[in-house]
């Protein structure tokens, strides 16, 4: 038996084996992995460096975003919730997707990057451009966020299949590796924005160079790294897709100064003075010389030339009856507050804290600015401080200042909502002098009554008494006028601690181009009508209750 069994085997190793005659085939390296012009570790090295780029980029895109409609739209919170929540929600949808890509991952990547690379690097220049000439740019912030969420969640599905055409060992440590690198990547990205791509290139060329290195590493990676998984169609329309949208990129940074001037131009109207963006804020003043100017911050209008006095009247002259030796104004780096307030007779020091030092900068420089502040900040009585308010006060003493004027943004469900809540006018009080007074610019009465009296409220929270009144806002710019604006109006409201102050005018004061005493109590008979029934809860720095 095992005699027969070794003949037979000998017969058959030496009979002749035929192989069936093809086509030479690409050599397939070890694994089944696919055939790359590197070593397998240098391969998935490169892909992982892939994975990082595309997530810093990811992530640039998401908060140029953020902080582009919180600029032009206000409600940094809203803004931030809406952008991040929907493209999160379009992750999702990307990587569900994803699935009818992975039978031809280097391809869908290729494409997918290069869209990506294109819609991502142009979304602030078109939100921008929305925002300019249309003037609303809530549903393109949507959509953005929408197809950008889509292609970044279709990203760590196409680059595990790409992953696992290199090698097939360790699936547990290759989503371990991809994870690690998407996460560091998201890291890089989210400090390069505020402190490299913001400050040195602003909005618009850092999402623009942004974009053009997503196409770069995208292209990189499938057009060297994965070329023998392409036809040579595919790659031909691959490479052409990414030059088309690197000169696309391109060409938009070449044109991005005359494009912001364009826009501007629509937004402020053809004269505009300045336009400088700080680490705050974009400031632009215009309107047309010799004339007063307008200010506007982050493209809505802070000071009208036409009637900022009627504003800058009601807000600080009320509050100067009565002692007025040191005056302290938080916000107001305009100069005009200061500019009433030295109006006074007695006024020893007045104490300017803004936040902003390239407000206080063309206050100071700009010849209608300087001009309609009559050069307050240039007063020797005059101190500028440039800090937050808040962080300020905190170190500021006690029992200081005979009048404090709150010359800042109307109150909205945003970062500047703790200027406005308990702990800071529990602050305020502590810096008030005996018979002191604080005056708070708490914003329209009449079109946001409810936010109005939870200012109130607050400030009875913090042990304060405060009486309330309004002022009727002018024409307002041409700007305005022309597009048939609704009329403005502005609300106050003065403060004391043990009672709160009798409304009425410094007898010995300056005579005022607007405000009369007959003015300041038929504005309080009609702020006192739009009080809402029952008690408002105060607003805090962990409750903020300002509505939108």
């Known amino acids: 038996m095992i005699e027969r069994q070794r003949t037979s085997s000998r017969v058959v190793s030496r009979t002749p084996t035929r192989t069936p005659t093809r086509a030479p085939s690409r050599a397939v390296p070890p694994q089944g992995g696919a055939e790359l012009p590197v070593r397998p570790d240098a391969g998935r090295c490169l892909v992982l460096a892939a994975v990082f780029v595309c997530a810093a980029c990811g992530l640039v895109y998401e908060l ?147 974009g053009a290195v997503n196409a770069v590493a995208g292209g990189a990676v499938v057009l060297w790294l994965f070329r023998r998984d392409l036809t040579v169609r595919a790659r031909a329309l691959l490479l052409a897709a990414n030059v088309a949208v690197l000169a696309v990129l391109a060409l938009a940074t070449v044109l991005c100064g005359d494009f912001e001037q364009a826009a501007r131009r629509a937004m402020y109207g053809d004269q505009v003075r300045a336009a400088v963006h700080t680490d705050v804020q974009e400031i632009v003043l215009a309107g047309g010389r010799p004339g007063p100017p307008d200010l506007y911050l982050n493209g809505q209008l802070k000071v009208s030339g036409r009637d900022e006095h009627r504003y800058h009247e009601a807000l600080v002259h009320p509050a100067m009856r009565g002692p007025h030796t040191r005056v302290l104004i938080l916000g107001g780096g305009d100069g005009l507050a200061a500019r009433e307030a030295l109006r006074h007779p007695g006024v020893r020091s007045v104490t300017v804290v803004e936040l902003d030092p390239g407000v206080a900068r063309l206050a100071r420089t700009d010849p209608g600015l300087a001009g309609l502040n009559a050069h307050a900040l240039e007063d020797p009585r005059v101190r500028v401080v440039h800090a937050d308010a808040f962080s300020w006060l905190r170190g500021a003493g006690f029992g200081a200042y005979d009048v404090i004027v709150s010359d800042l943004p109307a109150p909205a469900f945003t970062a500047s909502s703790k200027l406005y809540s308990l702990e800071f006018y529990g602050l305020t009080r502590g810096a008030l002098a005996d018979g002191g007074r604080l005056v708070v610019h708490a914003g329209p009465v009449l079109t946001r009554a409810h936010t109005y009296w939870t200012v109130e409220a607050t400030l009875r929270a913090a042990g304060l008494h405060p009486r309330g009144y309004r002022a009727e806002a002018g024409a307002g710019p041409a700007r305005l006028r022309r597009a048939g604006a609704a009329p403005r109006d502005w609300g106050f409201l003065i403060a004391a601690e043990g009672r709160a102050p009798r409304l009425g005018l410094d007898a010995g004061g300056p005579r005022l181009r607007a405000l009369t005493t007959g003015a300041l109590a038929e504005g309080a008979r009609e702020t006192e009508a739009t009080r809402p029934p029952g008690a408002l809860p105060p607003s805090t720095l962990v409750h903020p209750r300002y509505g939108h």
């Open 64 to 210: 140029e975003l953020v902080a582009l409609a919180s600029y032009l739209i206000g409600d940094s919170v809203t803004q931030a919730s809406v952008v991040l929540s929907v493209m999160v929600f379009a992750m999702g949808i990307g990587s569900l997707l994803a699935k009818r890509l992975r039978c031809r991952a280097a391809v869908g990547f290729g494409v997918l990057e290069a869209a990506l690379a294109l819609i991502g690097g142009c979304s602030a220049m078109v939100l921008y451009a929305a925002f300019a000439w249309l003037g609303e740019s809530r549903s393109v912030l949507v959509a953005f966020s929408l197809a950008i969420g889509v292609l970044i969640g279709a990203e760590i599905p196409l680059l595990m299949s790409l992953i696992q055409r290199i090698s097939r060992r360790d699936a547990e440590g290759t989503v371990a590796d991809l994870f690690a690198a998407d996460y560091v990547g998201a890291l890089v990205g989210g400090l390069a924005f505020p402190f490299l791509l913001l400050p040195w290139l602003g909005q618009l060329t850092g999402a623009l160079l942004t």
